[in-house]
């Protein structure tokens, strides 16, 4: 059976050897690594002592902005805790300020001036220009890699479509997303035209984090979860699997959501080569979903809360997660979803260590 994922066939030549051998970039093409590959989404950010530093200099958009501050906070958080890959330093809402919706970060979140309309989405600017514009995230990426040993990978990201979109049209995050919806289903031509401005426009900023250095991308679709199969067929999928799609050939390509466990194998048929699969779904029952071992790899799925128990639940569910995955190639370990800022950091690392300890062959 063909995989789903081929993008990664293609050998790279860009990619150097002890990258391209890398235990991480192994389990993206579904090989043998030497032990499983792990890290940890939002690995940089406010449970950690020296980011609150940098913070307490740069507001968050100043600290995006600023690729050296930006290489600090990633290369810290990498070394600190001795995770398989750097993630870039950024944040997948500058790609709406870029196309023109105007941005802010206030107390409880980003707020956004929210698409009233089909005549906003034609007034917003055009999406090969807007990615050209993120220049100081393709800078961040460059002096990240600087940073980092040889071996170790630096991952790109965007936010998916539906995700954007969906903040464009309710002004910030939302519990039900009904402004989001009522749109989709009452200006289906609209939606189409916003998603796919939103497509060509994240794989553009893509690729130009792959011309500065990142040797895999992840598109977060962080609220696709909120819909139906049908809908996420209709409204989402296409869009998203343009942007995989477009993705220079040879680069690995992560596609995750949060609460998406009827959506994995819709997820897989983008052509992604690894799907993220958060909590919800037992990690073993999610990879089938998705296709299965040796048809596309897989990312999770620890509870971020596992990381507020004491060490022994944390190594317990740990186990637990590790037996799922079986000891099978292109299985990388990671959280659910995004680690929680009440996380005492000293439990994060030991989780990393733990992983790196108990999977190696
Ligand atoms: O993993 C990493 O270390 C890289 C950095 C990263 C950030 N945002 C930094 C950040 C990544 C990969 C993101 C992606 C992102 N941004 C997502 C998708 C990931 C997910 O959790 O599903 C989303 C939905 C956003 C939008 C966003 N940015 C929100 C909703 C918020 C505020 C609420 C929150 O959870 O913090 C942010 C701010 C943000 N992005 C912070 C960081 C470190 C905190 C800013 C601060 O107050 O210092």
């Known amino acids: ?30 090989e043998p690594a030497r032990r499983t590959p792990v890290w940890l989404m939002r690995q940089a950010g406010r449970y950690m002592e020296h980011y609150r530093g940098l ?3 740069l507001s968050f958009l100043e600290l995006c902005r600023n690729p050296a501050a930006a290489a600090e906070a990633a290369l810290y958080a990498r070394a600190w805790l001795d995770v398989d890959a750097a993630i870039v330093f950024s944040d997948i809402l500058i790609v709406l300020e870029a196309l023109g919706v105007p941005l802010r970060f206030e107390g409880d979140g980003p707020k956004l001036t929210a698409l009233a309309g089909p005549a906003a989405v034609d007034s917003l600017r055009d999406p090969l220009q807007a990615a050209a514009d993120l220049g100081y995230a393709h800078e961040a990426v460059r002096q990240t890699v600087a940073g980092l040993p040889a071996d170790i990978p630096c991952i790109g990201f965007a936010g998916a479509p539906f995700t954007l979109a969906a903040y464009a049209i309710e002004g910030g995050g939302s519990r039900q997303f009904a402004k989001a919806k009522a749109f989709m289903y009452r200006e289906p031509a609209a ?26 991308i992840q598109f977060f679709d ?18 998203l699997r343009a942007a995989v799609q477009a993705v220079v050939p040879g680069v690995p390509v992560i596609v995750f959501g949060a609460a998406t466990g009827h959506l994995l194998d819709l997820m897989a048929s983008t052509g992604a080569d690894v799907v993220g699969v958060d ?4 990690l073993d029952q999610g990879w089938e979903a ?33 037996a799922e995955a079986g000891g099978r190639p292109g299985h990388i ?19 990393v260590a733990y992983v790196h300890e108990r999977s190696a062959r």
């Open 333 to 351: 370990f990671n959280l659910g979803h995004g680690i929680i800022k009440e996380t005492p950091p000293e439990m994060a690392r030991e989780l």
């Open 191 to 216: 939606w189409h035209r916003l998603a796919a401005s939103l497509a060509t426009c994240i794989a553009e900023h893509a690729n130009r984090q792959v011309a500065a250095g990142a040797t895999a």
């Open 1 to 30: 059976m063909p995989r789903l994922g081929i993008r990664t066939s293609g050998n790279l030549r860009s990619i150097a050897p002890p990258l391209w051998e890398s235990d991480f970039l192994r389990a993206c093409r579904g």
């Open 290 to 322: 998705a296709g299965g071992p040796g048809r596309v790899a897989v990312q999770g799925n620890l509870d971020p809360a596992v990381l507020l128990a004491p060490s022994a639940v944390m190594r317990t569910r740990t186990d637990q997660v590790l």
């Open 222 to 239: 962080s609220w696709a979860g909120c819909l139906s199969r049908p809908d996420y067929a209709e409204f989402a999928l296409p869009h």
């Open 279 to 282: 909590t919800g779904a037992a």
């Open 55 to 57: 913070r307490a200099k």
